[in-house]
């Protein structure tokens, strides 16, 4: 893991980049969340944007994703310009602090619903699911209710329902926060070996700097809208 610089703009490799993004949120005044961010993720890489509460770190992850748009700069994966690219064409798959899991559907319904939602055949669609759930170290819980799991497991449903339809590009915000310290600190190790044996690109959102040091390639320091 090492400390990088903010990097982005034409000539990068391929994967990820941001270039002189901007966030601004009405109000009186408006509130400028980013400020100018530029970056750059590569393939397989997963890099974090480290910082405390309220810096813009959430903001600019909302950005890459498509929930959140942005006043200026631009986003593309491959040269590829996805600025205003709805969410469900970006093929990024995002984690959320609490998991945000369906409370209707079993384990498998869970992890299965983005492959069904693409109309994956069903024979596939079992095959995936199988094979995620031994990724993520929860064989034989296809069939448990959501509501039934620890934390730590709810976690990981999350991730293998995000790695389901093979993003090219997985955004984590603070997906361990809501843990006990020593699951967090058991969890990042697992995650980070999920990710790279899967071969996802992922940009990390986290205020916690061993969090960051474990799950990162790289690690970006942000502050007060911008990367340092």
Request: charged letters at 20%.
């Amino acid at each position: 893991m090492t400390y990088g610089a903010p990097t982005g703009g034409r000539g990068m490799p391929g994967g990820l980049t941001v270039t002189d993004l901007v966030v601004t949120y009405p109000g009186r005044p408006p509130v400028e969340a980013v400020r100018g961010a530029s970056l750059h993720v590569g393939p397989g890489e997963t890099v974090a944007l480290l910082g405390p509460s309220g810096c813009g770190k959430s903001s600019l992850l909302g950005a890459v994703v498509g929930i959140v748009e942005p006043a200026s700069g631009s986003v593309s994966w491959n040269d590829e310009d996805l600025t205003t690219t709805p969410v469900h064409r970006r093929r990024f798959g995002m984690v959320f602090q609490d998991g945000q899991l369906f409370p209707h559907l079993d384990v498998a319904g869970n992890i299965g619903f983005g492959p069904l939602m693409a109309g994956m055949a069903a024979d596939a669609r079992r095959d995936r699911v199988a094979e995620l759930l031994a990724v993520v170290g929860l064989e034989g819980l296809g069939e448990r209710a959501v509501t039934e799991l620890s934390g730590g497991q709810r976690q990981r449903v999350a991730l293998a329902r995000s790695l389901a339809a093979r993003p090219r590009l997985l955004a984590l915000d603070e997906p361990l926060s809501s843990l006990d310290a020593d699951l967090r600190r058991r969890l990042a190790v697992d995650v980070r070996d999920i990710l790279r044996s899967q071969g996802v690109s992922a940009l990390l959102v986290t205020h916690d700097p061993a969090e960051a040091e474990t799950m990162a390639h790289r690690v970006l320091r942000m502050k007060d809208g911008r990367l340092l």
